[in-house]
């Protein structure tokens, strides 16, 4: 009996594995500093996680397809240099140039990796450097700002108690959540991550869905930009430094596998993204040295994907 109560115990543990680490994580740092619970510094905190957040939601997506994309940051940069730059036309032609530029690059990357048959990092990477290019050229190496008053309100300010910027990020999430549980591209989606060959043969264009992944991602990197660009009042040539390793490392926290095949939203991504943001904004509150976030972010995602491992084993998805 003790036998059977223990193994439950340690499954019940596995299974919410990310969700305790999430509430330790909490418990600790507000121990030690209380203000870390106050609403002020919670909405800080979401605000903080809002823009890593959409771009890890489509993110999600492609490394559940088997993939991952390198340029997400810079796309979402150069989105967001393309929306400032417009503004003054209306949200309409605004927001439609920032969707035409995203697919476009979706289009693009999707079809060298899976027509083409071009490593993901070669193509996301070759990507990373064109979007970065087209941005300083875009904006002549300089930040934008004094938008108009359409562009601000859109990620500034609050509905009801929650920053509009978060509200987006939830739309997002629960959008590629959906997609991803309740569709039938979802589903092929994770058996193309799964077993691509068994895919193939089962009758699903994997070129197809892989392309689709790529586009999503962008589309979502070019929201984030956007949604970025309003919170700021302001467009940064050099915005979201570093900002496609922390996608990644949200999605890889939150229990998708690099492989693809599993993974998950909601609750996954968007507490891997919490766990982030809130590790960075206890560190700030402590009074650590900012250069020492990497080293944390760094453990985090080893522990992690070791706990992935361990998952993996007691089911049976990974062989010992």
């Known amino acids: 009996?003790?036998?059977?109560?223990?193994?439950?115990?340690?499954?019940?543990?596995?299974?919410?594995?990310?969700?305790?680490?999430?509430?330790?994580?909490?418990?600790?740092?507000?121990?030690?500093?209380?203000?870390?619970?106050?609403?002020?510094?919670?909405?800080?905190?979401?605000?903080?996680?809002?823009?890593?957040?959409?771009?890890?939601?489509?993110?999600?997506?492609?490394?559940?397809?088997?993939g991952f994309d390198l340029s997400v940051a810079r796309?979402?940069?150069?989105?967001?240099?393309?929306?400032?730059?417009?503004?003054?036309?209306?949200?309409v032609v605004t927001i439609g140039a920032m969707l035409v530029v995203c697919i476009a690059i979706g289009?693009?990357?999707?079809a060298l990796i899976a027509k083409a048959k071009v490593n993901p990092f070669v193509v996301t990477l070759g990507m990373l450097s064109i979007a970065s290019t087209l941005t300083l050229v875009v904006s002549?190496?300089?930040?934008?700002?004094?938008?108009?008053?359409?562009?601000?309100?859109?990620?500034?300010?609050?509905?009801?108690?929650?920053?509009?910027?978060?509200?987006?990020?939830?739309?997002?999430?629960?959008?590629?959540?959906?997609l991803l549980s309740r569709t039938q591209f979802g589903r092929y989606v994770y058996a193309v991550g799964g077993n691509p060959e068994a895919s193939r043969l089962a009758g699903i264009k994997i070129d197809r869905v892989q392309i689709w992944c790529y586009v999503l991602v962008a589309v979502c990197s070019g929201i984030a930009g956007t949604v970025l660009t309003s919170r700021l009042n302001s467009a940064s040539p050099v915005a979201l430094p570093g900002g496609e390793l922390d996608?990644?490392?949200?999605?890889?926290?939150?229990?998708?596998?690099?492989?693809g095949g599993h993974g998950n939203i909601i609750p996954g991504t968007v507490i891997?993204?919490?766990?982030?943001?809130?590790?960075?904004?206890?560190?700030?509150?402590?009074?650590?040295d900012p250069d020492w976030q990497g080293l944390m972010k760094g453990s985090v995602?080893?522990?992690?994907?070791g706990f992935d491992i361990l998952q993996g084993r007691r089911s049976g998805r990974i062989r010992s």
């Open 272 to 288: 891997g993204v919490l766990i982030l943001a809130s590790m960075n904004n206890g560190l700030i509150l402590l009074g650590i």
């Open 1 to 66: 009996m003790s036998s059977i109560i223990w193994r439950r115990q340690r499954a019940l543990f596995f299974d919410n594995s990310l969700t305790i680490f999430f509430a330790s994580l909490v418990v600790i740092v507000a121990i030690i500093e209380p203000a870390f619970l106050e609403w002020s510094n919670i909405q800080s905190i979401l605000r903080g996680a809002a823009v890593i957040g959409i771009i890890a939601a489509g993110m999600t997506v492609v490394m559940v397809a088997g």
């Open 247 to 259: 996608a990644i490392a949200a999605v890889i926290i939150g229990g998708t596998r690099l492989g």
């Open 140 to 178: 002549s190496g300089r930040v934008i700002r004094d938008l108009d008053p359409w562009l601000k309100s859109l990620a500034q300010g609050d509905i009801g108690p929650i920053p509009k910027a978060v509200v987006i990020f939830l739309l997002v999430a629960g959008f590629c959540h959906l």
């Open 75 to 91: 796309v979402a940069a150069l989105c967001g240099i393309v929306v400032a730059q417009l503004n003054g036309y209306g949200p």
């Open 301 to 305: 995602i080893i522990l992690a994907v």
């Open 107 to 110: 289009l693009v990357n999707g």
